[in-house]
Nanobody, 120 residues
Framework: QVNLVESGGGLVQPGGSLRLSCAAS????????MGWYRQTPGKQRELVAT???????NYADSVKGRFIIFRDNPKNTIYLQTDTLKPEDTADYYC??????????????WGQGTLVTVSS
């Protein structure tokens, strides 16, 4: 069993910042890619950013230059620093991880989501 727990969402004014966190726990041998996706009602979930265990990052064009993803491998935790937030960034943000468990199963795990609302 592997769980992801997100935190850090909330209400922020346009131009503001939030830092989201996602911690993985459970029967983890290793985690390759971790990332953030977001979803608004009636739309498909979309990529925000991903990061490999080696630190290689990938960002959606809509967040480049404003969001930064970083990772603490020993803690199995990733963070998403979101700056210069816009109303269109409002969404539920979901953490995901590709995990190899202690008994060598491969899992794609998702968190429950954390809501980010950008509004004045």
């Amino acid at each position: 069993q592997v769980n992801l727990v997100e935190s850090g969402g909330g209400l922020v004014q346009p131009g503001g910042s939030l830092r989201l966190s996602c911690a993985a726990s459970g029967s983890i041998k290793s985690i390759s890619i971790m990332g953030w996706y977001r979803q608004t009602p009636g739309k498909q979930r979309e990529l925000v950013a991903t990061i490999t265990s080696g630190g290689t990052t990938n960002y959606a064009d809509s967040v480049k230059g404003r969001f930064i993803i970083f990772r603490d491998n020993p803690k199995n935790t990733i963070y998403l620093q979101t700056d210069t937030l816009k109303p269109e960034d409002t969404a539920d943000y979901y953490c995901t991880a590709q995990v190899t468990t202690m008994d060598y199963r491969w899992l794609e795990v998702w968190g429950q989501g954390t809501l980010v609302t950008v509004s004045s």
